[in-house]
């Protein structure tokens, strides 16, 4: 049996290779400015959290994947989950300790970075790709696309994991199996249908009571009323509903969509809580990546102003449109415009109550 050299801390780390990666351009030219050390250092920084960020996803998609999922793998899934939003809040801390520069000790070095960009980090544009965020979503940066700006290897690198599942996907798929929604007569839609209606004339008449508005927002918030309802009543409706897919606004199948909608309104039963506490925490995740985007943004406009990016980007007009547009699961946060009181939701037939609960409950 042989015996293992003893393992000594930074060769683990492998810190020699990690400390010496901070390469100051400034130095190079012969006029080393003391921030761009806390620039590249924030930058790996991130790119080492990206690199863990995409590991918890590749679990949480295999996990989530499978044919038939564990009630434990759905819990390990959503602590994978947790961690994720934890590391994208650190990301968000990172701007704070970056901004002790500031944008004048920024100018010491900038015009050194050209044409190098914040948009060509690989890594988190296979972040926003295993997360769900396609092409047809995505705010393009000129016509060439942001791939074009992206060496031969980091494109086919990308395309590769585009081909793969992601996690919209996987939880698309993973609704799609939800049992429960139908047993016999019963049909979930018909019972909360009804229901969803009267919400909606409720709207229409408080709306009527507003004496604040004006004609164009009165007009403006009973449109917003009938966008809803037109939303709803797709969901009765296959035509209908694959024709907001095909106009892009949806992209959840209505299978999927009805299935989260169903956990949504009885979350309160055992066997569903576990379900909605992962639709949660999908939902906040897919906040956070907005709130670091937002917060990206305001550190680009302190730093620079309306400066173009050193990317040819339109710099903050740009990172700002992608806060809203590259939300993945939208059509999740949507459908909270359709939950009821719980006084209001209709009850649910015995046989369905009871495969909600736990065996030793029923």
């Known amino acids: 049996m042989s015996v293992q050299a003893r393992l000594y801390y930074s060769e683990y780390l492998q810190l020699d290779n990690i400390l010496s990666a901070q390469q100051l351009r400034s130095a190079q030219v012969g006029e080393a400015a003391h921030d761009e050390m806390l620039f590249i250092i924030i930058h790996q920084a991130f790119e080492l959290w990206f690199k863990q960020l995409l590991w918890e996803l590749q679990d949480v998609i295999a996990r989530l ?54 948009f060509e980090s690989v ?3 296979m972040v926003e790709v295993k997360l769900g965020l396609d092409d047809r979503h995505r705010v393009q940066i000129d016509a060439a696309g942001y791939r074009a700006r992206l060496h031969a290897e980091d494109q086919r690198a990308l395309e590769r ?10 939880i698309e798929r993973w609704l799609e199996k939800m049992p429960f929604m139908e047993s016999g007569s019963y049909r979930f839609l018909d019972a909360y249908r009804q229901a969803v209606e009267r919400i909606f ?22 449109e917003q009323i009938a966008r809803l309802e037109r939303h709803f009543h797709a969901l009765f409706d296959a035509d209908a509903y694959r024709q907001l897919l095909e106009h892009g606004e949806k992209r959840l199948s209505q299978r999927a969509t009805l299935a ?58 740009y990172l700002m449109k992608t806060v809203l547009e590259h939300r993945v699961f939208a059509d999740l946060a949507a459908l909270s415009s359709y ?8 009850p649910l037939p015995d046989e369905i109550a009871r495969q909600l609960h736990f065996v030793a409950e029923v």
């Open 65 to 118: 994947g499978q044919e038939y999922v564990p009630e434990s793998d759905v819990g390990i899934a959503l602590d994978r989950l947790r961690r994720m939003i934890e590391i994208i809040k650190l990301l968000e801390h990172q701007f704070d300790v970056l901004e002790t520069m500031t944008p004048q000790q920024f100018m010491e070095f900038r015009d050194l970075l050209y044409p190098a960009s914040g």
């Open 123 to 125: 890594q988190f544009r």
């Open 161 to 170: 994991i585009a081909a793969e599942p992601s996690l919209f996907t996987t």
């Open 201 to 222: 004339e409720h709207d229409r008449a408080e709306l009527e009571r507003v004496t604040t508005l004006s004609p164009s927002q009165l007009q403006q918030q009973r």
């Open 260 to 317: 989260a909608l169903f956990i949504a309104v009885y979350s309160h039963y055992p066997l569903l809580q576990q379900p909605y506490r992962l639709l949660d925490t999908v939902l906040e995740l897919d906040k956070r990546i907005s709130l670091f985007r937002f917060r990206h943004a305001l550190m680009v406009s302190r730093m620079i102003g309306s400066r173009t990016g050193t990317g040819g980007s339109s710099g903050f007009d």
């Open 339 to 346: 939950i009821l009181p719980s006084s209001k939701v209709p």
